[in-house]
């Protein structure tokens, strides 16, 4: 299986200041057909996962453009602009290149 | 609208059986995997598996292979998770989202069950 490593655990942001998290995968996520399946979903307490970014980069319908991702190979990150109180709660990177698809272990943000 | 409705709520003794769903609506669902993941309390996201609700195609993580059977009805737009013998390491919030197989990723989700296991 891939696993995805996720960096930090945990993110004490300041409202209206920047927050990155970083994801690496143990190979890369380079699909043979070209594309990348990375994704990052956003967990609030109390509520199901939701799409954020799909393919690295894209940002799923709906998502505000503070959020942005990048990268490639096996180094991922998610940034978010300028973090807003509802951005608390847990990140997680997914990869769908290989079965089974893997979910990082999260990475929790929170407000300080 | 797409929405993905999942069934209550389950408390279950160790040993009993139990099958919980998944409706789906708003979209063709025989035309989308369905996935499923678990969520132990306080931890992250494991994905279990998919489903192909129009050919009942599935693809498991050998993590749960063997632990849970996945399957669907496309005449009801409805995915089942069961379990022949349930265990107290069973108990999590199960969700079930769409995939979107072009592109990968999973767009819609369900609202979980919680599913405890005690005796």
């Known amino acids: 299986d891939i696993v995805m490593t996720q960096t930090p655990l945990s993110s004490p942001v300041t409202l209206g200041q920047p927050a990155s998290i970083s994801c690496r995968s143990s190979?890369?996520?380079?699909?043979?057909?070209?594309?990348?399946?990375l994704s990052w979903l956003h967990q609030r307490p109390g509520q199901p996962p939701r799409l954020l970014i799909y393919?690295?980069?894209n940002r799923f319908s709906g998502v505000p453009d503070r959020f942005s991702g990048s990268g490639a190979g096996t180094d991922f990150t998610l940034r978010i602009r300028r973090v807003e109180a509802e951005d608390v709660g847990v990140y997680y990177c997914?990869?769908?290149?290989?079965?089974?698809?893997?979910f990082g272990q999260g990475t929790k943000l929170e407000i300080k | 609208e797409v929405q993905l409705v999942q069934s209550g709520a389950e408390v279950k003794k160790p040993g009993e059986s139990l099958k919980i769903s998944c409706k789906g609506s708003?979209?063709?669902?025989?035309?989308?995997?369905i996935a499923w993941v678990r969520q132990m309390p306080g931890k992250g996201l494991e994905w279990m598996g998919i489903?192909?609700?129009?050919?009942?195609?599935?693809r498991s993580s050998p993590s749960f292979q063997g632990q849970v059977i996945v399957s669907a009805d496309k005449s009801i737009t409805t995915a089942y998770l069961h379990w022949s013998s349930l265990k107290a390491s069973d108990t999590a919030i199960y969700y079930c989202?769409?995939?979107?197989?072009?592109?990968?990723?999973?767009?819609?989700w369900g609202q979980g069950t919680l599913v405890t296991v005690s005796s």
């Open positions: 989202a769409r995939l979107q197989w072009e592109l990968l990723y999973l767009d819609y």
């Open positions: 708003g979209y063709n669902f025989s035309d989308y995997w």
């Open positions: 489903i192909y609700p129009g050919d009942s195609d599935t």
């Open positions: 190979q890369s996520l380079v699909h043979f057909n070209g594309n990348t399946y």
């Open positions: 393919k690295i980069s």
């Open positions: 997914m990869q769908a290149t290989q079965f089974p698809h893997t």
